[in-house]
Structures are given as C-alpha cells and as structure tokens.
C-alpha cells in the first residue's frame, strides 16, 4: 500500500533514544517540520528491563537538559548522577575499603544522570507526538529507495507493506542498521570486547559493602550510590548503576583476550565469574538475583563498529549506533547521539530552507570522522591495562581531561556546526583538532608501552578527579560561552596545556622506568611514535617542553610512586 499524499520533510526508522531526541530537536528547532517516526516495538518500553545506556556523562546531559530542554522531566523522575567512581585492582578483593578509589567527593556542579530507558524512552515518544511528531508502533521499516525527488521508505506493520515518501531519512535503528546494510557503508572496528548486563529489582549501594568508618567519611551518605560504580582489573570492569525506577543496573565488560565471552555469556556463567573476579560483587549481587529480582539479563558480543559513512548531502544520514559506537566506558553513548543529532540537524534545517549544503555535509562528515578517530585509542588495547593502577589512573584522568577540555566546550559552544570554527580545527594536518588526535595517540601508546614497568599494586587511596585544580577549572567551565574567535583561542590554550600535560606524564613514567631526571626536555608529539618500541620521545629540538612548576605540581597528585632521583636525594 502506498501512502502518496503525503511527502514528509523527515522520517526517522527507529524510535529510541537517538531518534526520539533527534525528532525533539528538529520540532524544537522548526514546529511546522513534518515527522515520522516509526518504531519496530510495538507497546511502550518497560522500566528498568528495557536498553542499556543508562549513564550520561557531561556533554550528552547538557544535550539532554538544554538543546532539548528537558531539564525538568530529568530532575523530577530520574537519579542524579554522581560522577563516575572506579574500584582498582587489588590482594583482598573481599575487601571494598582496601581498594584504591577515584571518583568525586562532593556534590557537583555540573550536572548529569542516571536514566531509567524504559521510562526515558516513554517519556521521549509521548513528548515528541506532543510536538507533532508522528510516532507509529508496532513498524518495521524494511527497505529504502533513496531519490532526488523523495525517498521512498517501505516498511511492515500488522502484516501489510506499506510506502511512505521523505525528503530526508535519518536512520535511527540502531544495530538494526538500515541504511548501512541497505547501501553497503558498514565498517568493522579492531576491538572486540563484548558485554553482558542484568538489571536487580531494588536500590543497592556499594557504601553499605564495608563497615570501615573511614573509609565511609570520605563522601556523604548516599552519593557513592548515584555514581556509576566501576570494578576494575585485567581485561575487564564490572558497572553498577542506580536507575531511577529504584532498580540497579549491572554489567560485565571484558575483553576476550583475557576473558571469552563463553565464560560469561550466560546469568549463571555471570555469577560464577563474578566469584572467581570480584567476589564481593558476587557476595553482594547473587542473593539479590533470586526469586523474582532478576529482572532481565543481555549479552552483545563484539559490540564496537564504526561507519563508512555518516551524513550524505542526498538527504540521508545515520545517527545513534546505526552509526558507530565504540565502547561503553565512560558512558560516551549518548555523547555520541547528541552529536550526531546536531549535525542532522543543522543540515537538514539548512536544507529544507534552500541552502546548499554540500560544504556542509563533507565538513560534518570529516568532522565526525575525525572525531572518531581520535576516541578510538582511548580504547583500543586498554582493557589490558585495567590491573595497573597506577596507569589507570593517570589514563583516567587524561581521558577526562581530553574530553572536558576540547570536545565539550566545542559542543555547548555550537562550535561543531560552526564552519569558520570547524575549518581552523580540522582543514589540515597541522590544525588543532588534528594536533590533538595526534597527541592523545601518542599518550594512549605512552601508556601500553610503559605498563611493563607499573608492577606495584597500590592500596587504600582515595582520589578526588577535582583535587587537581586544572581538572576542576575544564569540568566546570564547559558551559561557558565564547564567541567563535574566542572559542579557537581557548581550544588553543587547552590544546597548550594538555601539551604540558603529556609531558609531565612522560617525565614521571621515564623517571620511574629508566631513572631519568625531573627536568627531562620532552616533545610530546613525539612520545612512543610506534607500537612496541618502548618508552622513548624525543627530548631535544624546538618542539621539546621542559618542566612546568604548576603542572608538574598539579600531576603529582595522581601520581603515586616515589621519585627515584628525589629518594636519592633524601
Ligand atoms: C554494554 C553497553 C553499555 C552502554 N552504556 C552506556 C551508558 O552508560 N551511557 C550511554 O550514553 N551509552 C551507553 N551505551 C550506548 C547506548 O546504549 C547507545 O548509544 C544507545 O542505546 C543507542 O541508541 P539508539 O537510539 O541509536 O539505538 P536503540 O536504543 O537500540 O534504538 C533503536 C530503535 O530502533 C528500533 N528499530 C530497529 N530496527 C528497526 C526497524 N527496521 N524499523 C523500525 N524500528 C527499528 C528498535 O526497536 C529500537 O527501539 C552502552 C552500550 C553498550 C553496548
């Protein structure tokens, strides 16, 4: 059957989290716009048991709260969420107290959260039908004609195909991947880890694991409980999020090289690798997986992929993980939606009111690329370094640092749709967007090449992300707003700064490996320029940073062995 009369300017195959914030953003951005969403499921999501995707970090959540203003539904019915916590390695795993911590001490000022999907995702399709969006459940899109003069998009319900014709289709389905699959842009990614998740009936938090009254003081009652919680060794990290139906959401990451998927592929199989890595979660976990408190249980094996393309000026693009998605630590997910769907939207918009957006499209597609392209080291071969601490965390807090201080200042700053901003970031290898690809490859090979040398296992630390001012100054300065030439000026700055970072990265490790002194010259984009060579970088010519008294100053807080050459001395 073919429904002619209608020429819709969107349709969106797939309606969940990224396709019912993309048609939220485009209504919110031009009321008259003509949506279609259409939804494989057939009845609204249920709580807790529904998608993972649970946790938003910074960037998303200030997609969430302000591009979509939907600050007042996020306070009133889901948790807020306090920052990302992590449990390292440690002897006595029976033991949470013992374990050395990193998360924030605090209440903070940046906000984020913890989403129940079911219920955001029923709020998020009642909310867009509210704006006009049309939303049919229970459709299966099953192919597309992609066509100058209108795609046509045949899709199934209650057994009857069905034509609908859009000027744009902005694939929404997730690993249903529709457009990929249908024009053949699919890209598989070099990183296999997989994951299994489950979701307990009930609050559980990892506060009441220990008696140990110190160890208690270190945050106010309850806050442990609404950060993601991250139980760390080799090859893996085990989550725990709270979710604002008052169920917990757990889940099991791991890289097969050290963990294969048949070892926990199955609930039962889960528990008893839980006992055998983190006895204490199993300790704390199993009981309440009894009777009816397992809620649900999932497994997705080899779950990163990236994307051969993104945005196409015929009208099309992919947006959410019918694109790419790389990995699940840190909660990027929806970082990655909020891009994608500003992008889709500023060319759409632009489209339909007559400008050419061919420029438009190819810049957002390097862009977005690019973008990938430089996260992919974050994860790629680290979940090898999960049992050294000390790597960890100093990993940890360059990761944070990289994000807070380029790529979310460029999104709440509009900088990304911002072409004068986007040509000076990416146009050219030696632009500033490259340059930082290029230095946060070479401090992710930093930290492969010197994990031979972190051999101790630390005990009874707590680190606090914002005891190191310069962190603390990125995380709460991401929603400042800068005009464009500003903007690149301050990308500038902290492109400077992380410049110095690496360096006073580099000189401890190189201290702490080989002996060499504190005030090593160091040229940072020249650090362990290729895989397996070892600890090396460049310490002589124009390029070369000496040491630098307050960052040096503020890197020792993370940085906990002795200094060889200061033990000497003393
Ligand atoms: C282990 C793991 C943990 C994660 N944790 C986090 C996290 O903490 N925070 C975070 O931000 N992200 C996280 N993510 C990522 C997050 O889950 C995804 O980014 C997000 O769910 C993707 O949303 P989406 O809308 O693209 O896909 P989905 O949520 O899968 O939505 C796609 C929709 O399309 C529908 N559909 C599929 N095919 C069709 C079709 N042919 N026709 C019509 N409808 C169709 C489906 O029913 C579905 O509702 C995690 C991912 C993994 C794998």
Redesign the pocket.
């Known amino acids: 059957m073919e429904n002619t009369e209608k020429m819709y300017d969107v349709i969106i195959?797939?309606?969940?989290?990224?396709?019912l914030t993309l048609s939220i953003q485009l209504k919110r951005e031009k009321p008259d716009i003509s949506i279609l969403v259409?939804?494989?499921?057939d009845s609204a999501a249920p709580a807790a048991a529904h998608?993972?995707?649970?946790?938003?970090v910074e960037l998303?959540t200030y997609y969430m709260r302000e591009v979509l203003d939907l600050k007042g539904y996020l306070e009133e019915h889901e948790l807020p969420k306090h920052g990302l916590r992590f449990f390292f390695k440690t002897n006595n795993k029976g033991e949470i107290s013992n374990r050395v911590e990193l998360g924030p001490r605090l209440k903070l000022p940046v906000p984020s959260h913890q989403l129940d999907r079911g219920t955001l995702e029923n709020y998020l399709a009642t909310h867009t039908q509210t704006l006009g969006t049309e939303l049919i459940r229970g459709?299966?899109?099953?192919d597309v004609q992609i066509s100058a003069d209108g795609h046509q998009l045949t899709?199934s319900k209650d057994g009857e195909d069905i034509i609908v014709k859009g000027k744009w289709i902005a694939d929404?389905?997730?690993?249903?991947s529709?457009l990929k699959r249908k024009l053949k842009f699919a890209k598989p990614m070099e990183h296999h880890s997989n994951?299994v998740?489950w979701r307990l009936k009930g609050e559980i938090d990892v506060d009441d694991w220990s008696d140990n009254i110190k160890w208690k003081s270190h945050l106010d009652p309850k806050l442990r409980y609404l950060s993601?919680v991250h139980f760390m060794d080799k090859g893996y990290w085990v989550w725990i999020?709270p979710l604002g139906s008052k169920n917990t959401s757990i889940?099991i990451?791991a890289d097969p090289a050290v963990h294969p998927f048949e070892e926990i592929n199955t609930y039962e199989k889960s528990l008893a690798w839980l006992e055998k890595n983190e006895p204490l979660c199993y300790k704390m976990l199993k009981p309440r997986g009894e009777g009816d408190g397992l809620l649900d249980f999932r497994v997705?094996k080899h779950?990163a992929h990236e994307s051969g393309q993104l945005y196409s000026a015929d009208r099309w693009g992919v947006?959410?993980?019918?694109g790419a998605?790389l990995d699940?630590l840190y909660?990027?997910?929806?970082?990655?939606?909020s891009l994608a769907n500003t992008w889709m939207t500023d060319l759409i918009l632009r489209d339909l009111s007559g400008e050419d957006i061919a420029l438009r499209a190819s810049v957002y597609e390097k862009s977005h690329q690019s973008h990938i392209e430089n996260w992919i080291p974050i994860y790629q071969n680290k979940y090898l370094l999960m049992g050294n601490t000390q790597t960890m965390v100093v990993k940890i807090f360059w990761d944070w640092a990289i994000y807070w201080s380029v790529p979310c200042l460029l999104f709440t700053n509009k900088g990304f749709v911002n072409l004068k901003v986007a040509k000076e970031l990416f146009a050219s290898p030696t632009a500033i967007g490259s340059r930082f690809g290029e230095l946060n490859k070479r401090v992710q090979q930093m930290f492969l090449e010197w994990q031979q040398y972190d051999t101790e296992i630390f005990t009874d630390r707590y680190i606090d992300p914002f005891d190191v001012p310069f962190m603390r100054e990125w995380q709460q300065g991401l929603e400042k707003q800068y005009s464009p030439k500003e903007l690149i000026e301050k990308v500038t700055s902290n492109l400077a700064s992380l410049e110095k970072f690496a360096a006073a990265l580099y000189r401890l490790m190189s201290a702490q490996a080989f002996g060499t002194p504190m005030d090593l010259m160091v040229n940072p984009y020249s650090i362990c320029p290729e895989a397996g060579k070892g600890l090396t970088a460049e310490t002589t010519g124009p390029d070369a940073i000496g040491p630098d008294e307050e960052m040096d100053k503020q890197v020792r807080i993370i940085w906990f062995y002795k200094i060889k050459e200061e033990l000497a001395i003393s």
């Open positions: 195959p797939g309606g969940g989290l990224a396709g259409l939804e494989s499921m998608k993972v995707g649970e946790s938003t998303a459709a299966r899109a099953k899709y929404a389905t997730g690993r249903g529709l994951a998740w993601t999020i889940g990451v997705l779950y947006v959410g993980e019918s998605f699940p909660s990027p997910g929806s970082d990655f939606i």
